[in-house]
């Protein structure tokens, strides 16, 4: 999914891009709130990324353009060194949906963002269309994408590929999986499931490196899993440790 992160802070910028890349998504950066609203006017982002002290335009001010022009969506999270309880509130009240304080801590960036990116998902899943890991899956249109590149697939195997995208983490067995792509359950000595499973993994390029991994559970089924990277960043001078603790005046919810 595509991110717009909009921070004049290089190092910052640079430590949260390489949080946040290994997950698959999309980072757009941009050092000023003026680039920020010329983008969202033509383009489209499925999260915002705010500093607030911006050069040429606040983020407070581009958190109120977001919310008066185009809505609910994209949500809009603040990362920011202002630390005042005042300001949190005035941010969420505004619209934000969260706010994490600078210096931030690397795994809390990359877990709030996901729980952001998981709600849009959720509500576009509706329309048919599912974003997990690189890929965008089409129920309506019977396509999947990696990276932006169409791949081809039968029309069972485009079948068993939207069943378990939309069941993404869930362990299914494969009587479910039968039942629900083929209509009935397969004969226990067939091989039709697993090699159907075997041509979308390999298709479909199901690996770590695109952020899903198809696994197979001995005596259970399958499960399609999103997959956290380990992001290894060495931080210069001015950087910041992963441990580094919120202020001790936030309450434990980060806010």
Not at 7 to 22: G, M, Q
Not at 100 to 126: C, M
Not at 226 to 252: G, M, T, W, Y
């Amino acid at each position: 999914m595509r991110v717009l992160l909009v921070e004049d802070d290089i190092v910052h910028a640079e430590a949260a891009t390489k949080v946040l890349r290994p997950f698959g998504h999309e980072i757009v950066h941009l050092g000023d709130g003026e680039k920020a609203v010329r983008f969202l006017k033509s383009q489209m982002a499925d999260l915002v990324i705010l500093d607030w002290q911006l050069p040429k335009m606040s983020g407070f001010e581009v958190l109120h353009w977001i919310r008066g022009n185009l809505g609910a969506v994209p949500p809009v999270l603040f990362l920011t060194s202002k630390v005042l309880e005042v300001d949190i509130v005035l941010a969420l009240e505004a619209g934000a949906d969260d706010y994490i304080v600078k210096p931030f801590r690397f795994a809390e960036l990359g877990a709030r963002v996901n729980v952001l990116l998981r709600r849009i998902r959720q509500d576009v899943g509706q329309t048919g269309v599912v974003s997990a890991g690189a890929y965008v899956l089409s129920s309506r249109n019977r396509t999947v994408s990696l990276r932006g590149q169409p791949i081809e697939l039968t029309a069972k195997e485009f079948d068993l590929a939207a069943f378990f995208f939309n069941n993404l983490g869930k362990l299914l067995s494969r009587e479910v999986v039968s039942i629900s792509t083929w209509g009935r359950e397969l004969d226990a000595a067939s091989r039709t499931l697993d090699t159907h499973v075997y041509r979308i993994r390999q298709k479909l390029a199901l690996v770590p490196e695109n952020g899903l991994r198809l696994s197979s559970i001995y005596t259970h089924g399958y499960r399609l899993d999103e997959v956290v990277q380990e992001v290894q960043i060495k931080s210069p001078s001015r950087d910041f440790p992963a441990s580094s603790c919120h202020p001790e005046h936030l309450n434990s919810s980060g806010l």
